[in-house]
């Protein structure tokens, strides 16, 4: 084990695939000489040289499709978005191109293709730069969908995510990228994807969160200890697949859930996951399902409304009390 | 006499290959429009008649571990890279023997072993992706080219430019073949390019760009050969511009392509006919006989006689295939 940063942990990833396996490059605006908007790319120039290190002209389209024409004859792209808002310009050829080309041929072409970089909410980086973007891709068929939260996952996922034959949409935050933690120096660890993990084990409610909410719950948590309230936290990790076995499983255990997602709720992850969670567990639950979620507005600039708009600490102790103060049968 | 079989440059197999190639690909396509008729084919249908030499005179000068993509207009690009008739014929009826297992259709015939990339239809979307395969051929060293067809409504779009520019910038061994048949559906060139001349948009970027008679196999086949020993050699990329013109409506559904054309210009089109024009060279400069060219009719008929048999046969697919090909599971990279 070693302790390093978010941004430390997934440069190592990217660095033992591309030893590990020579068709793996990375692709994107600023990753090579400028070594990343965010430094994830630090050094793999240096290493691995311009061919395998590819850095781009302002055109997401155009590379993202670069990216998925490659995959198609047999390299294993990643692709880095500098921040995901800005895959809204490859949405096509995300959704069109890369996840139904294995469907549309019969299953004849494959697209193995990594598509990372940073999403949610942010530092005052306003509308246009802090959308919850995993929305706009856990909907579609034949797409993955990656949110991790920690140094550990955002290892061992992205190097799953690379071996994985199929796209994977892989959605880092500005705000973890310097967060510590301990990491498997193993360059043979991976996490699985399609696998949810019990951060917190607990009683009396399970509050599903993930990314910068995951560490909100957990502070919340704390102070819910204080009050008697024994909160277990689930952190889905990967959205699509999404493990609700592990969901359900802690659901049945604590009969009572609140879901706690960052981007606006109005068809969000949250609906989601209280639908499976009513659909599977209904006759577990002792309290209707609560969900925690930004506000239905675009992300404002000042720090007040910022604040505002994403769930508060406060908020998920409320909820939390309110499904655990409701009496059941 | 002799002279004039000079002039074609060609010998009496290849100008058999290339008319029975173009020959193939017609009739191919008006018994897919007769299946049409029947309710054997739904969805759109966009036929490629009338623009036949643009693929089969490219195509010729490929060799087979070369790459082809091309747009929704994919049957001929599709049966000029060697796939077979009736698997794409059973793609076009949704059956169980097509190419794509019926999951594809018509605007999505890919077939891996013949190298042809796919069918996509989204306008211009294919562009990036052709910039990608040439991307990955260089990466790995090789020395095949990828022929990239769009139409000229392609043009229009963003992607069209990114991938012209990704493509000079970073030297890839791509050949973007516009087929321009002067209408995107049923707005003309002219009402939707400032700058109506499209080889003209290689030359911003930097690409060695020429336009090329689209009704005329061995000119396209000249101008292709030229561009794929670029690409192959020196990795440059180039753009061609056909002239070509397609006979019938934009799909199916604009059966005769009369709102937005005249009667006129579509019969004065027709004179120009690919497949006409080269038989009649061909057995002018006497490299092939009447009987030769009858031979090869009957010989096409048949085989797309037994295409629309061997469609017709195939079952449907079964139900469970609904939800298989969505993920590959059994992932090569671990």
Redesign the interface.
Known sequence: MAVMTYREALNVALREEMRR?PRV?VIGEEVGLYEGAYKVTQGLLKEFGP?RVVD??I?E????????????????PVVEMMTFNFAMLAL??IV??AAK??????????I?IVIRGPGGPAHQLAAQHSQSMEVYFYHV??L?VVRPSTPMDAKGLLKSA?????PVIFIESETLYAVKGEVPDDPEFIIPLGQAVVRREGTDVTVIAYMGMMYRALEAAEELAKEGISVEIVDPRTLRPMDTETIIGSVRKTHRAVVVEAGAGFAGMGSEISASITECAFDDLDAPIERVTGENAPMPYARNLERAKTPSKEKIVDAVRRVCHAQGS | MAQKKQALNIDADLARRLLGEMMLIRRFEEKAAEAYALGKIGGFLHLYIGEEAVGVGATSVLRPDD?AISAYRDHGHCLAKGADPRRAMAELFGRRD???????GSM?L???TVNF??G?A?VG?????????????K??GGDQVIVCYFGDGAVHQ??FH??M??SA?WKLPVIWICENNRYAMGTSVERALAQPEIWRFGLTYGLPSERVDGMDVLAVREVVSRAVERARREKVPSLIEADTYRFRGHSMRDPAGAIYRTKEEVEREKQRDPIVLFRDRVLEAELLAEADVRALEKDVNDRIDDAVTFADASPEPPVEWLL???????????
């Not at chain 1, 155009?62 to 995959?71: R, S, Y």
């Not at chain 2, 979307?125 to 051929?137: E, R, Y």
């Open positions: 396996d490059f061919q781009t002209p055109a389209s155009g590379f993202t499709g670069v990216g998925i024409g490659a995959a198609m004859v047999g390299l294993r096509d050829q069109n191109s080309m294995y469907y549309m041929s019969g299953g004849q072409y494959n193995p068929p034949g993955k690379i071996r994985d034959d199929n | 790459y097509g190419l794509c297992k019926g999951k594809g999505h890919f077939d891996k990339l796919g996509h989204i979307a294919h562009l990036p992706l052709a910039a990608g395969v040439a991307f990955a051929i990466y790995q963003g992607e990114e991938a520019n990704l910038l298989t090909d969505v993920y590959k599971e059994d992932a090569e990279g671990v």
